[in-house]
């Protein structure tokens, strides 16, 4: 088994567990929280600066890759690590739920996905098949079975449907998922809001036998109870000895709370995209660099923070660079925002170690300020 998980041990206040994910190009320390790379590239950031920041694994999307510049390409270049220079884990999304998100014109039938490239309009298709063959040619660590996300809120019987249909997919993922590249495809549970369906999906997953589990069908704009209710029902389906892996989930409360529930693996755009329009997150809160009450303020964005942007740039100057439009301006609140949540899941692992994730939560959400952001 190429990716193999190893649990160290699990915290005594929570159902939290420290383990650690032994993939061909690396091991990754687990709770994680992975960078999105969507295209290739987290937006504006260096490998050289993701590694200093601590990112262990970054994700990328199939969806994205598949229209632009395609799949053969990146192969021919000899594949996705070789494309972007990263030479540490990648993780493929499968491209279902960016289908969903980003394209014109769905199509939806037992066999696949058709739908029109948001790009330039072209008629294309995926199904489990392909979207496995595609993730092969690309090459990441770990790839993720071909699924349909339903859209919140949906029907109980369309939730039905989706997600037995979405557990055939799997099968056929898994019968075409080559055996000639060391990766590891993961299955992906649905079943939206409803603990019965959220059950029968983990079954029919767990009878496949995949190397890991993700969580698919959730932060679709669900109240965060609901999300946790889920995780509550879900979790416990799952084998102890293999990664769970929480799609779409950034924040730093919900990256607690799901770890707390067990969550080994995490990903999500909210940081680097709220970077981009000068949103922060510190240890005292969300902060918005661009405000006007930072003109004059020459102290760092976080005076806890030992990032590179926190440790020789003052709030006037990366306000005043974005206010000038000036990329380096966004370059860093995206080295900040990333290194605050990867440096939340240090604390968080050094939590579990030592047997107080729990109390780790309140003092966090103290200091934070409450969920939601
Ligand atoms: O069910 C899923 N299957 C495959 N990939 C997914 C990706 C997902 N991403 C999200 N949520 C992303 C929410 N994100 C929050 C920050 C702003 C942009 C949207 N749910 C997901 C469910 C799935």
Redesign the pocket.
Known sequence: MAVKYELIKTCAQTGARLGRLHTPHGVIDTPTFMPVGTQASVKGMSPEELKTLGAQIILSNTYHLFLRPGHELVKEAGGLHRFMNWDRPILT??G???VF?LSEMRKITEEGVQFRSHINGDKLSLTPESATQVQNALGADII?AF????PYPAEYEYVKQSTERTSRWAERCLKAHSRSHDQALFG?V?GGMHADLRKQSALDLTSLDFPGY???????GEPKHFMYEMLEETIPYLPGNKPRYL?????PDALIEGSIRGVDMF????PT?IARNGTLMTSQGRMVVRNAKYTNDFGPMDPECSCYACRNYSRAYIRHLIKADEMFGLRLTTIHNLHFLVNLMVQVREAIREDRLGTFREEFFEKYGMADN
């Open positions: 999304d499968s279902g739920f960016q998100s993720m699924d349909e996300c339903p992906i649905q993700a969580m698919g069908g959730l932060s679709v799609m779409g989930v950034g924040s990903d999500c755009v909210l995209r």
